[in-house]
């Protein structure tokens, strides 16, 4: 089955930097990668999506790569704020269909 | 954004207790429905998957005797733990994706709020 990697388990920044969270996944027929947030105690939130299609998504602050030779994927958030700390998970599937979590980044943002 | 609400948000009961947990999409046709557990500071687990008018798919590991899942339309799935012992308490979040009523675009997995099990 799938298989997806998520590094690192905790990152800490400086409010006003960037944070790169990066994920790799192991069937090359996935062709849809989320990514959620979630925080303490609360639903993750699908914060932005790309297909295979594409190799670029981006979202105000927040933006997906997508290498699919590599297998590898990228959350960017630029200008982090502290409502930025949260847990952040990537996945990866086929369609909308069942989904493959990585393990999880914390993010903390230091004001 | 698509909404999936879920109830109850936590519930504490006694050992041997069967305890029913609801989830609706109350804006789009929900054709799948996922059933994730998530312990503390980990990922989700996914449990199994439902599909409208079929019988679960379950993951390796998870008894489906113990967890009776329904998904009887396309707006409703339950997930009942059966005879709940303090083993099973933790964090039950479902998840669903479909169609959206009216122009029928499709919907990516979207979250419940979670009900937080404790079995005393």
């Known amino acids: 089955g799938e298989n997806v990697e998520q590094h690192p388990s905790t990152l800490s920044v400086q409010e006003g930097d960037s944070a790169v969270i990066k994920c790799t996944y192991s069937d090359s027929a996935s062709n849809y990668f989320p990514w959620y947030k979630q925080e303490l105690g609360k639903r993750p939130q699908l914060i932005i999506d790309?297909?295979?299609?594409?190799g670029e998504k981006k979202d105000q602050r927040i933006a997906v790569t997508l290498n699919k030779t590599a297998k590898h994927f990228s959350l960017h958030i630029t200008e982090t704020q502290p409502e930025d700390s949260a847990v952040y998970f990537c996945a990866s599937g086929w369609g909308y269909s069942t989904l493959t979590f990585g393990k999880g980044t914390m993010l903390l943002v230091s004001p | 954004g698509a909404v999936v609400s879920q109830h109850p948000s936590w519930v504490i009961c006694k050992s041997g207790t069967s305890v029913k947990i609801e989830c609706r999409s109350l804006d789009f046709q929900a054709t799948t429905m996922f059933w994730y557990r998530q312990f503390p500071k980990q990922s989700l687990m996914l449990m199994a998957t439902s599909n409208e008018g079929s019988k679960a798919t379950y993951e390796q590991g998870v008894e489906k005797d113990k967890f009776l899942i329904n998904h009887a339309s396309l707006t409703l799935s339950t997930l009942t733990v059966t005879s709940a012992h303090p083993e099973d308490s933790s964090f039950y979040i479902c998840?669903?994706?479909?169609?959206?009523?009216?122009?029928?675009?499709?919907?990516?997995?979207?979250f419940g709020d979670g009900t937080r099990l404790s079995i005393l």
């Open positions: 998840s669903a994706r479909g169609f959206r009523t009216g122009n029928h675009s499709n919907q990516p997995q979207h």
């Open positions: 790309i297909r295979s299609n594409v």
